[in-house]
């Protein structure tokens, strides 16, 4: 596969991660809709990285780690926001795949913060789509 089908694969599953996110929401399973956000970004993230970085994707979960090298090689600023929200989004997934943490961060995400989330989400998802099209 070259880099151009590589991406695609990575979008195409980011793709069905975000709308799962949606479906997770009107399901009522708030941290769900969390994780499916966190797994589009990452996802998406790892696509762009092969596009401009290299061959494969690197082998973690950190979105602003990620992202981070894809912006730094296009000299590209990234908002704030856009980390804090990625940042927020890789705690709660590193934190809800252990059992024991799982019960209390379900508590913490109720209806609210998932639509924030979700919100957000979609928003940086559609600004990371853009970053291919600049360089084209």
């Excluded at 912006?71 to 795949?97: M, P």
């Excluded at 252990?98 to 209806?111: A, M, Q, R």
Aim: hydrophobic content about 40%; proline content about 1%; overall charge neutral.
């Amino acid at each position: 596969m070259n880099k151009q089908d590589k991406y695609s694969y990575w979008l195409d599953a980011a793709e069905y991660d975000i709308v799962t996110a949606e479906s997770m929401l009107n399901s009522g399973r708030y941290l769900y809709v969390v994780f499916m956000c966190q797994q589009a970004l990452e996802k998406l993230a790892k696509g762009l990285y092969i596009y401009f970085v290299g061959d494969e994707a690197p082998r973690v979960h950190i979105i602003s780690y990620i992202l981070t090298e894809v912006t730094d090689r296009l000299n590209i600023r990234v908002d704030e926001d856009i980390f804090t929200l990625l940042d927020k989004l890789s705690a709660y997934y590193l934190q809800g795949r252990y059992p024991t943490y799982k019960e209390k961060i379900s508590k913490l995400v109720n209806k609210k913060e998932a639509m924030e989330i979700l919100e957000k989400s979609r928003e940086v998802f559609v600004w990371m789509q853009t970053l291919k099209k600049l360089k084209e």
